[in-house]
């Protein structure tokens, strides 16, 4: 296994660095996304890599991509982001990188949950409803919902949480009419997506999905989809409502973060044993394997 926290691409301009991918110019319509294994939990970065996280990642990425393209249109080129680098900088991509198009980014984050969990089972306690979508009382944590609900989030900065927004505030900010659509396919992902999951003995408890416009005023599916980064993915065979389920994704970070330290969830992290960090690389592989029936490719 490998570690790359951080890359370090000098032949493509930088332009920007997110919780886990490092974005660079490709001409003025394509982009190097390089996807490293850095690993955020409440919105902030570890210190310590998770061993060939960034490959799990890339690999499951483009699995769901290719799976769902014929929903909506993605930012995949097909161009080998092995040929816009340099040559002593092609180990920095291999497996871990995609070209893309350069879109024009939604700031809206979309949210599809199908399992009452995470944020939306805090605000559900208070509040009896998510995002406020108004839920049936006496449910419990993680009891499947009746159908997927559509819980948009404001994107924050770097190192802030990004904020549940409710659906009229999501027209407001992006109309009503790109809402609807992003709502309505974002549904549509997760569905199929968690129907085909289950065949495979996994639960897709939540996701999220960002969008994208493309010159042409196309919407895109951009930056990743379905991966244990952006989902809760739950073995069905251990899955029992009224607690946390285990899982495939970072939640056994968040669950190490929240119950075993005092840590106040702001910069700086406290470190990760060399445990917690062994065993959520083999998670994130695990949930690749279960799903996708690929080894993480050299």
Not at 11 to 28: E, F, I, M, T
Not at 160 to 178: P, Y
Not at 182 to 208: H, M, V, W
Request: with cysteine.
């Amino acid at each position: 296994m490998t570690t790359q926290l951080q890359s370090q691409i000098s032949s493509l301009p930088l332009l920007g660095r997110g919780k886990v991918r490092d974005n660079y110019a490709v001409g003025d319509d394509k982009l190097l996304i390089v996807t490293s294994d850095r690993l955020s939990a409440f919105d902030v970065i570890m210190s310590e890599p998770i061993p060939d996280k960034g490959k799990v990642l890339n690999q499951m990425a483009n699995f769901w991509f290719d799976k769902l393209g014929h929903i909506v249109p993605n930012h995949m080129t097909g161009v080998a982001p092995e040929t816009v680098v340099a040559p002593n900088e092609v180990g920095q991509v291999k497996g871990r990188a995609v070209v893309a198009k350069r879109l024009k980014p939604i700031l809206v984050e979309a949210v599809v949950r199908g399992y009452i969990i995470g944020s939306g089972w805090k605000d559900y306690q208070q509040t009896g409803a998510i995002c406020g979508i108004q839920l049936p009382a006496g449910l419990r944590q993680a009891d499947k919902l009746a159908a997927p609900i559509f819980t948009p989030a404001a994107k924050a900065d770097m190192g802030e949480h990004d904020e549940n927004i409710s659906f009229a505030d999501m027209e407001s900010r992006i109309g009503k009419e790109l809402a609807a659509k992003i709502r309505d396919i974002s549904i549509r992902l997760y569905t199929e997506a968690a129907d085909y999951a289950a065949t495979r003995g996994i639960i897709i408890a939540d996701t999220k999905f960002e969008f994208g416009l493309d010159e042409h005023g196309v919407l895109h599916l951009m930056d990743e989809v379905l991966t244990a980064d952006s989902s809760r993915f739950w073995p069905a065979d251990s899955y029992a409502p009224g607690m946390s389920p285990p899982s495939f994704d970072k939640q056994f970070v968040r669950d190490y973060l929240e119950t075993v330290t005092t840590w106040n969830k702001t910069a700086p992290p406290p470190p990760l044993p060399a445990e917690v960090v062994e065993k959520t690389a083999a998670k994130y592989r695990e949930a690749l394997e279960r799903l996708t029936g690929e080894k993480l490719k050299d």
